[in-house]
């Protein structure tokens, strides 16, 4: 996969837009049918974009972008391709921001440079089979062993398992939500293994499967923050977290609407008819999304706690891409029944967005538990 250097004149935006027309828009169709490039060549072309690091300061070889900088290119990338978008979404935000967030200088300097690069991918390791939204219930033990910990047990549904070189693991070294910790685990360690991945609905691009460990040695060095902050980290990385998906939905119900209005432009030429009513409510509903996720974006950069306007965001603008999407089928019919018509893809695509960072469920539960504090 080839894609050209960035020149340095280019603004971010500029860079986003080239990626992807050049990148990510030519590899869409093979994405949508699991034939596409591997997540580790999407994070290697977007390195080569300078794309790869968007939250990672100049210094550590990043784009020294913002949160609303991070929205942007992940809305981008999600309104030609889902499956691009949750690989990068995942790498930037769960899989680097805890280490820009918790990690020591050390960690950074060992860690976030080849990320920001794309020549090392991120992956999250926080859902079990046994615990599934309920993370506290996690099961994953971390012993302590010399001068490290021996961590063994299984992960699931992780977004790049398989292809991610660095995961951020979150293992029990304790009881309760106390007794949670964080660590950076590499893939080529001993003891680090995947399954093979799953057969899901859509997101053909991206893969998804279980992280086994087994009594994988982590020195003391790969320990994200201190032993017991691990609920924190994870519950941190996923407040900003949820932008990420909030955009990516807006991505997605905007690629949606982009193929409603070429086939109802269509339409009208050859004097057909439109519903232009749910035409309209599609673009508000898009736009309300765009404007949650901003919003929530804008508050993490000015360093405000953001829990509550991500899952708000998040719960937005997830209902609505697969609302957006649904309604598409239906406005592209009979087309748009082909397994591959673009609707068709975007319409399996948007349903993760429900589940994936915190079902709507958990967004609920979330929002309420803010609201009643
Ligand atoms: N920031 C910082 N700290 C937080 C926090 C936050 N957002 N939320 C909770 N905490 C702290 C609390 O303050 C509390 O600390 P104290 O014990 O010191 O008071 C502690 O964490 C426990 O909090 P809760 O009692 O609220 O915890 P809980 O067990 O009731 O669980 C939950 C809360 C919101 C339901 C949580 O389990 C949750 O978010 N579940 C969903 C899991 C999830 O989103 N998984 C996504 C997997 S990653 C993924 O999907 C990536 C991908 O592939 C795309």
Redesign the pocket.
Known sequence: MSTEAATPAETLTERVVHFVDSVIAPIAPAMARGAGPSPKDIASAAGEAGLAGILTPHELGGAGGSHQDFAYFVESVARACASSA?IL??HLS?GTEPILLFGSAEQKHRYLPALARGEMLAG?A??EAAGG????ALQTRAERDGNGYRLSGAKT???SAGAADLYVVIARTGEG??GISAFLVESAWKGVSTGAPFHKMGLHGSW?GELILDSVHVPVANRLGDEGVG??VA??A??S?RVG?SAQAVGIAQGALDVVVSTSRLRLGRSGAVDEVTLADLEAQTVASRLLTRHAAALVDSGE?V?LEASVAKLYSTDTCVAVAQHAVDMCAPESADEYHPVAIRFRDAKACQI????NQ?QR??IA?QLLR
């Open positions: 949750v979404d995942v769960v999250f926080l859902t939204s309920d993370a506290a549904f992780i977004t939500t106390g998804t609920f924190r519950m941190a996923l407040d977290g998906i706690r829990t994936y960072e915190g079902t958990i539960m979330v538990r």
